[in-house]
């Protein structure tokens, strides 16, 4: 299926544009307007763009349905200072019911039931229950269209962060099993970044990996190793010397495979088989030894 987003309709392609850039961060921005009334919104269309200098953006669009702008939006323009703060598995129905689309002047930390902490070096107030806040100048506020569903950018710079320690690790790190972030998805879904939904994958930063297209045609073109399989063994910088493949063959798993079958396609079947198995288990460099049997 192609789509080509000017033959639908925007909110047919907001919902695909939603639906597959997934999981995003949650931005919980609280603002005031000039006359220092609180506002407090999720905003999903949200990540960090630049350690140095440390900027976050977020973008409250113009509204599809009448294209009017948000109060978010209308408090930047007015006060350029947010508070970012990130939503936990704990905060996540109470910013729900904050995203309610409240009149203006309604304080939607009072209406979700947060408490509201003063900053220090900005007006708006921060989420006291957030376990990372992010006290906020907005530098630019760029407008991507004046129709209905334009986003609108507003680019923030980092001034002061707020981080509960209960969330790090023993190296001072954020532990993301202690942070419990939450993201969103399309539709009505969440994710939660945390548990079992997260997993960890080597940077092939300090190696050269030798890359899927040196790894020899009869391991690549293989039935059983998936494109992930392929993605591991192509991240080592070499193969296993003849001698350690050779040592390997008298181990009991691999001999085993080596006395029962007599033809050479089904013995490269099961080493391959076994390969995968210890791929699953991150057996990276003994899964090459049993693929360089045959
Ligand atoms: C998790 C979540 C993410 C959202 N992300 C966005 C977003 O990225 N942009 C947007 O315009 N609205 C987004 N919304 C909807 C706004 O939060 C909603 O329109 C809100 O009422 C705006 O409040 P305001 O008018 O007080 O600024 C999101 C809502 C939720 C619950």
Known sequence: MIINPKG????????????????RPIAFASTVDKAGNVNLSPFSFFNVFSANPPILIFSPSRRGRDNTTKHTLDNVLEHPETVVSIVSN?????MSLSSTEYEKGINEFTKAGFNQEPSDRVKPPRVLEAPVSFECKVQ???SLGKEGGAGQLVICEVLLIHLDEKILDENGRINPNKLNAVGRMGGDWYVKAFGDAIFEVAKPLKTKG???DRIPDRIRISTVLTGNHL?????VEQLPSRKDVQDFANEPEVSTILDSFDDEENIRLELHKLAAKLLNEGEVDTAWKVLMIR
Not at 8 to 23: M, N, Q
Not at 231 to 235: D, E, I, Y
């Open 210 to 212: 030798m890359g899927v």
């Open 90 to 94: 704990e905060m996540v129905q109470q």
């Open 8 to 23: 639908i309709s925007t909110s047919e392609l907001h919902g695909y544009l939603l639906g597959a850039v997934t999981p």
């Open 231 to 235: 993605g591991m063994l192509g991240n």
């Open 140 to 142: 630019e506020v760029k």
